[in-house]
């Protein structure tokens, strides 16, 4: 069960006087205190960096010869290619910064090499290939008779790529923004921020502004040669920066403000006048205008990442975004909103999939969300992970094990089943073993890469950056994987408590809300991280109004997608405002007084301003309350008696009568077999007419006192030799209270037992164990052995938990209970 969401109010800081006014010099129509706040909180403490901050004119931005020698060796080598005419291959990749970033240099460097002739593009299929060169796509560009190659937003750690196409007599020039390899690799020229430091201002370039600057560059080196402004690629790098969501200061910040500029006067061309018609027929088909970061980051990145997620192949967005041909863009942005309608579809299949996974998962102990399932379409992977990380406070990893996904040919280990002395174990063999691809998100500043990497050992591929990764490995390492990154999580954390939290940044009442408060806080634009959009807090309001319904595509046609409309309100006036909540139903906005934080918009649609929803509770000041006119639930802290270490629990077992409490004496092993006894005493509860009448639950399990997970181990092998050697039949129950550990993890020893050479039957109540030793089987059970004693170290972790797990948090869960299942 997902845990409730921390709230937290950022510490405000009154700035000077002078500030204010300086500030408010920015914002004519209001007092300006709000931005003035949030400028001097976001670290904006002076003239001159208000100024550049805030006018993008002001702003110096760097020269793209920062890059040193790295941008001079690639400049020589692209002057190398044109004097000699040789054929350039741009390698992109397939998310909305790699499609950009790819259209700008098919754009930028079409000026100065012959596009399709001299110039092509080649970007991986999603669904079938990786980020990142690769050797196949490599000999497709050499048969093309390409000298070139020049990477965008991608290929900084593809060293053997690398050497291949070295091999193959291709140079490659790498201009990308993701994480280094330990070794320069062997290429012409390395162009990527991560070399510079934090604090220098194109540390945090995408890869679509990486390969700006590289244009630039070649632009200042042979300036009488391109037809058209270099300020014409400037809108794709907004989109780019925007949707891959880096952090927006510096050089980023700049070139946004640039782009978004760009890309509104574009828009308000006639459609047949336009420089881009299709990005313009795409911020139509999405209701938006182009003039805000949100177009961006709700409209076209969104879009432009869904291609590669249905359909794999995203190679015709980059004729999308950089076509002159209306007819063309019209058509082929009807087929990226209908991949985004399908989408849209999909992730809410996966998300509602995802969910019910999670009830089954005991949050309390997972420091990683790591979930499987082989009908997941991998595409929408990473936005799903990305919400659960958002709602449980927790890096969470989906994997997609279908069938038909990527296989390899490696060496494989087959269960041992033999039936006598004639049946040898089957040896390793070459066969083709299922990978599981999957994706991986971020939340509370957990370096999810260094985690992931951390593991490689089980991995087949992986990459990203602390808040993104993408991996693949064998169907048969993931319980090791996941049991190895929770442990390293754990261990990391200490003593901290991972929590969703959602932070206010401002406390305002309704009458605040409208166009003076937006234009005040639009100085903060464009927002991205570390300059967020600000969320609002507003406190003891009402919902009134409230309405929802499936979003309908372009076409008309119907989708699984809920929006819910309503109108808020509180003391502070008498008109009620406008507003919006994604993704939910009105039967969930809470019935009577709440608190709310939500973000102010503007809808350009419905030309209207409006707030965003993104949490809501029950007011903290007029206590819970259910849609279904229920009685008020009552306390549960009386009725869980804690009996835990004390030696009086065995003797209120052994005296327990009719009106004694429930007595739950073994050491549970997750929340879900806690659950449920609460359930039981809830259910009794109900029907009580006083608190003196309700069923009590007595927690009465002793701390556990755990052998070493090798130790239960060899206990189980010297039980099965002698059931083997005596031909004794065993239960199952027997087996549990000899060892000491649950059924799941007794079927993960018996797996074990199998691959060392036992042979398992089943009759009736009873197993049976036959052994058939061989050095063979005892050296391929090593990796059964390892998953087995991951499964013990686990469960001893949980009961471990529950031996000293405070009664407050029992009390917490419970109360949770009562109150979901009162109100379902």
Known sequence: ??????????????????????????????????????????????????????????????????????????????????????KIAIWGDFDADGITATSVLWDGLGQFFTQITQLIYYIPNRLKESHGLNNQGIDNLATQGCKLIVTCDTGSTNIEEIIY?????????????????????????????????????????????????????????????????????????????????????????????????????????????????????????????????????????????????????????????????????????????????????????????VAQKLTQLDLSTTSVIVLEDPQWPAGVLGLVAGQIAQETGRPTILLSTEGSGESELVLSEAEVVGSGEDSPPTPYSLLPTPLARGSARSVNSVDLYQLVKDQAHLLHRFGGHPFAAGLSLLVENIPLFTAAINQQLRQSLGSTTLTPTVQADLTVTVADLGKELFLELKVLEPC???????????????????????????????????????DIRDDSGKIAFPGLWWGHYKDELPIGRCDCIAELDYNTFKKRYEIRLIAVRPSVNSGLSTRNGLNALLPLTPLILDLRNQEHSKKATANATQDSP???????????????????????????????????????????????PNQIWLTLVGIAKYLSRTNQPVTRVQLLEKIGISDQTLIVGIKALKALGFTVKREDNYLQFAWHPSDRAE????????RFLAAVREEQFQQQYFAEVPLSTIVAIANSDNYMGATR
């Open 662 to 708: 429930l007595i739950l004496e073994d050491c549970p092993t997750s929340w879900e077999s806690l659950r449920l006894w609460l359930r039981r005493c809830l259910m009794t509860s109900r029907f009580a007419s006083t608190l003196d009448n309700q069923q009590q639950l007595a927690i009465a399990w002793s701390k556990p006192n755990h052998q070493p």
């Open 165 to 353: 196409a070295k091999q193959l007599g291709i140079d490659v020039i790498v201009t990308d923004h993701h994480t280094l390899p330990t070794e320069r690799p062997p290429v012409t020229a390395i162009i990527n921020p991560r070399y510079f430091s934090r604090e220098h201002q194109l540390f945090n370039l995408s890869g679509v502004a990486v390969a700006y600057k590289l244009v630039e560059a070649l632009h200042q080196t042979l300036p009488n040669i391109a037809k058209y402004p270099l300020e014409d690629l400037l809108d794709l790098v907004a989109v780019g920066l925007i949707a891959d969501l880096v952090q927006l200061t510096g050089d980023c910040r700049y070139l946004a403000q640039l782009g978004i500029q760009r890309l509104q006067a574009d828009f308000q061309q006639p459609p047949a006048a336009r420089r881009r018609p299709g990005v313009g027929r795409l911020l139509e088909l999405c209701q938006k205008n182009g003039d805000r970061p949100t177009d961006i980051s709700f409209g076209l990145g969104p879009r432009i990442n869904a291609v590669s997620r249905i359909q794999g192949d995203a190679s015709f967005c980059v004729e999308l975004l950089t076509s002159r041909d209306a007819k063309r863009c019209n058509e082929l942005a009807e087929v990226t909103e209908l991949a985004n309608t399908r989408r849209k579809s999909l992730q809410k299949d996966v998300q509602a999939q």
């Open 528 to 566: 991205g991280m570390g300059n967020p959009v600000p969320k609002l807090l507003i406190q003891n309001c009402q919902f009134e109004n409230a309405w929802h319904r499936n979003q309908q595509d372009w076409q008309g046609k119907k989708v699984q997608y809920i929006k819910t409309e309503f």
């Open 779 to 786: 050296n391929l059970a090593d990796a059964a052995v390892a």
């Open 1 to 86: 069960m997902p845990e409730q969401q921390q709230w937290t109010i950022a510490a405000t800081e009154q700035p000077p006087e002078w500030f204010i006014q300086a500030v408010r010099q920015y914002t004519p129509a209001s007092s300006g205190i709000y931005a003035a706040q949030l400028l001097w909180k976001r670290g904006i403490k002076d003239n001159q960096q208000l100024t550049a901050f805030i006018n993008y004119k002001a702003y110096q931005p760097a020269s793209p010869f920062e890059f040193g020698q790295e941008m001079h060796l690639a400049i020589a080598r692209l002057q190398q290619a044109y004097n000699a005419k040789e």
